[in-house]
Nanobody, 119 residues
Framework: QVQLVESGGGLVQAGGSLRLSCAAS????????MGWFRQAPGKEREFVAH????????YYADSVKGRFTISRDNAKNTVLLQMNSLKPEDTGVYYC????????????WGQGTQVTVSS
C-alpha cells in the first residue's frame, strides 16, 4: 500500500510559478511510475504529467508542455511538479498518482492540493 500526500498549492497571479510536491510512503514506491492530474471546477480530471520509475522518461499534456516540469527523487520518495508561466486555466485541484510496474491504470491517489491562478 502506498500513500501519497501533495503540498505546495496556493494562489498565484498569472505568469507566476508554483512547485507542487508529492510525498510517497511505502518502501516500494520508488518502483512506481508517477503522475500528476488536475481537476477544474465542473470538469473531469485530466492528465498533466507522467514520470517513469527511474525518472528517465517523462511526458506531458500539450496544454502544459514547455511550462511544467515533473521530476522525482527516489531517495526521498518525492515527486515534484514545477509549474511556470501559470495561466488562469491551470486553476484546479492537483492530484499525485502512482502506478505499479506492469499496470496501465494509476492505482494510488493523493487527496489533492488546490492551485488557483488569478488573471
Amino acid at each position: 500500500q502506498v500513500q501519497l500526500v501533495e503540498s505546495g498549492g496556493g494562489l498565484v497571479q498569472a505568469g507566476g510559478s508554483l512547485r507542487l510536491s508529492c510525498a510517497a510512503s511505502g518502501r516500494t514506491s520508488s518502483n512506481y511510475a508517477m503522475g500528476w492530474f488536475r481537476q477544474a471546477p465542473g470538469k473531469e480530471r485530466e492528465f498533466v504529467a507522467h514520470i517513469s520509475a527511474t525518472g528517465g522518461s517523462t511526458y506531458y499534456a500539450d496544454s502544459v508542455k514547455g511550462r511544467f516540469t515533473i521530476s522525482r527523487d527516489n531517495a526521498k520518495n518525492t515527486v515534484l511538479l514545477q509549474m511556470n508561466s501559470l495561466k488562469p486555466e491551470d486553476t484546479g485541484v492537483y492530484y499525485c498518482s502512482g502506478r505499479r510496474p506492469g499496470k496501465r491504470e494509476y492505482e494510488y491517489w493523493g487527496q489533492g492540493t488546490q492551485v488557483t491562478v488569478s488573471s
